[in-house]
C-alpha cells in the first residue's frame, strides 16, 4: 500500500502506478493539459485500481453533457469490478458510491461521500476538491466554504498541496462575499503553488466584484505560469480579463480578447461555451455589434435542444438561440427545460426552478416582450444561484433581469434590483451600475418634466 501525495493510503502496489495517480491529482487540482494522459496512464497500469475508474466517471459527469453518461456508466461498471477484487481503501469505495449517486441523479449525495472521505484525512486535497467542485456546480456556496474550513487546519506549510487548497478556500471566500480575505488567500496560495489556476480565477472574481478593473488585468497578465499550462480553463481566465476591459469599454480588446482567446477554439464544453454565449450578450447589451459571431454558438445550440443534463447549460444555450434569433430552437429548448423538470432528481428540481421561468423570460426577452421577460426573470432571480456557477457567471441573467425592466419602464422595480446587484458587489459601482442608474434618472425626469407639462 503506497501513500499519494495527499498524504493518503492508495490500493496501489507500483511506484509507476502511483506517479500516474499523482500526476491525476495534481492535474486535476490545476486544471493541467496533461490530466487526461495521467489518468490513461494510471488505468493501463493498475486496471484495478477502483478509484481511478471512479475518478473517470465523475470527471464525465462534470463535463454536463449527455453523451457522456454512456462512458460514466462504464466507468462505474469498471470501479464495481475493480471493487469486487478486494483491497480497496475505504476513500477508495466513498468514491465509488459517489459515482453511483451521480449516476442515479444525486450528486448532492455524491458530495457527502466526498465529505466522508474527508473526515477520514481531513487534508485528502483531492476529495476536498471533488467536494468543490460538485458544490459548485450545485450553486452551494455556502457549503463550499463549510467544507473547506473544516477541513484547512489539517494542512501547514509543508503539505504539498497546501497552495491549492488556499486556493479553494479563497473561491468560497469571494462566493461568500469576504473578498478582502478572499484577495489575501489567494495570493497567499500563489506563492505556495504558482501553477494554481482557480486560485488566480478567485482573485481575478474578487476584482470583478470589486470594480478594480486594472489589478485584475494585472493579475491576469502577471501570473502566467497559473494559467498557461491549463486545459481549457485558461479560456475562462481570459473571459474574465474580457469582462474587466468590457467594464472599462474597451471594447477592441474585448472582441480581439473573444475571436483569437475565449473561442479561438470551438469547443463544445458547456463551460467554454457559456464563457462565450454569456460575453456576447453583455456586448449586446451595451449596444455592440457582435456580428456573425452569434452563428457558430446557435448552431452548436440547436444541437442541444434536447440536452437537458444542467440547467446552467441549458440557460447558455439559450442565450445564443435569442441571440441569433432562433424562435423555432428556442420553443423545443423551452419544451426541453420543462419536460426535464419533472425527472425528479437533483438537476430536475433546479430544472423547475429556476431554469424553467429563466428559460421563458430569456425566450420572451428574445422575442422583444419585455414585460413578461421582467415578470418571468424576476420571479427567478431569487433562485438563481441554484442554478451554480459562480456570482460573475450568474450575472449575465441579473443583467437581462434589470434590462428588461427598464426596456418594459418598470423602473423602481428595475433599481431596486440594481442596487441589491451593487450591493453584493461590496457597494461597487461598476459601469453597468452607472450606466442603467442614469437611464432610470433620465427617464424618471423626462417623465416628471412630461407630467409637468400637462
Not at 493510503?9 to 495521467?38: C, F, I, K, M
Not at 475508474?53 to 469498471?78: D, F, I, N, Q, V
Not at 472574481?205 to 470594480?211: A, G
Not at 456570482?391 to 433581469?401: C, G, K, N, P
Amino acid at each position: 500500500m503506497l501513500i499519494d501525495i495527499c498524504s493518503c493510503p492508495t490500493s496501489l502496489t507500483e511506484r509507476e502506478a502511483l506517479d500516474a495517480w499523482n500526476g491525476v491529482v495534481l492535474g486535476v487540482l490545476s486544471h493541467g493539459q496533461a490530466t487526461g494522459g495521467h489518468l490513461s496512464n494510471l488505468l493501463e497500469l493498475a486496471p484495478g485500481f477502483a478509484m481511478g475508474h471512479a475518478m473517470k466517471g465523475l470527471a464525465c459527469l462534470m463535463l454536463g453533457r449527455s453523451e457522456m453518461l454512456p462512458p460514466a456508466r462504464a466507468a462505474g461498471a469498471e470501479a464495481q469490478r475493480a471493487l469486487a477484487l478486494g483491497g480497496a481503501t475505504e476513500r477508495e469505495r466513498l468514491w465509488c458510491l459517489a459515482l453511483e449517486d451521480w449516476l442515479r441523479g444525486k450528486p448532492s449525495q455524491s458530495v457527502a461521500r466526498m465529505e466522508a472521505a474527508l473526515r477520514i484525512d481531513p487534508a485528502d486535497t483531492i476529495s476536498m476538491k471533488l467536494s468543490h467542485g460538485i458544490r459548485f456546480m450545485l450553486g452551494d456556496h455556502h457549503g463550499m466554504l463549510r467544507s473547506i474550513g473544516r477541513v484547512l487546519g489539517a494542512y501547514d506549510q509543508t503539505h504539498p498541496l497546501f497552495g491549492y487548497a488556499l486556493g479553494c478556500h479563497a473561491f468560497a471566500l469571494e462566493e461568500t462575499g469576504q473578498y478582502r480575505q478572499a484577495e489575501i488567500t489567494g495570493l497567499r496560495g500563489l506563492e505556495f503553488n504558482t501553477d494554481d489556476a482557480w486560485g488566480l480565477h478567485a482573485v481575478a472574481h474578487v476584482y470583478d466584484m470589486t470594480h478594480q478593473v486594472d489589478r485584475g488585468i494585472d493579475l491576469i497578465e502577471s501570473n502566467a505560469n497559473a494559467w498557461g499550462h491549463c486545459n481549457n480553463f485558461r479560456f475562462h481566465v481570459w473571459w474574465h480579463k474580457a469582462l474587466l476591459h468590457l467594464d472599462k469599454g474597451e471594447v477592441d480588446a474585448v472582441l480581439d480578447l473573444y475571436d483569437t482567446k475565449v473561442r479561438d477554439e470551438k469547443t463544445d464544453d458547456y463551460r467554454d461555451f457559456s464563457n462565450a454565449s454569456s460575453l456576447l450578450m453583455r456586448l449586446e447589451l451595451e449596444g455592440v455589434d457582435v456580428g456573425a459571431r452569434w452563428v457558430e454558438l446557435a448552431e452548436l445550440a440547436e444541437s442541444r435542444t434536447d440536452d437537458g443534463s444542467l440547467t446552467f447549460a441549458d440557460l447558455h444555450y439559450m442565450l445564443a438561440l435569442i441571440g441569433d434569433a432562433r424562435p423555432d430552437a428556442v420553443a423545443r429548448l423551452n419544451l426541453s427545460v420543462a419536460k426535464n423538470a419533472r425527472q425528479g432528481d437533483d438537476m430536475a428540481a433546479v430544472m423547475h426552478r429556476p431554469g424553467m421561468a429563466t428559460a421563458q423570460g430569456l425566450a420572451a426577452f428574445g422575442d422583444a416582450q419585455y414585460d413578461a421577460a421582467f415578470s418571468h426573470l424576476k420571479h427567478a432571480q431569487r433562485d438563481f444561484q441554484a442554478m451554480g456557477g459562480s456570482h460573475a457567471q450568474r450575472d449575465i441573467f441579473e443583467r437581462l433581469t434589470i434590462e428588461a425592466g427598464l426596456r418594459a419602464g418598470r423602473l423602481a422595480e428595475s433599481e431596486m434590483l440594481i442596487r441589491a446587484r451593487s450591493a453584493l458587489r461590496d457597494g461597487a459601482a461598476d459601469a453597468f451600475t452607472e450606466t442603467r442608474l442614469a437611464e432610470i434618472a433620465r427617464l424618471n425626469a423626462l417623465a416628471t418634466s412630461s407630467t409637468a407639462a400637462e
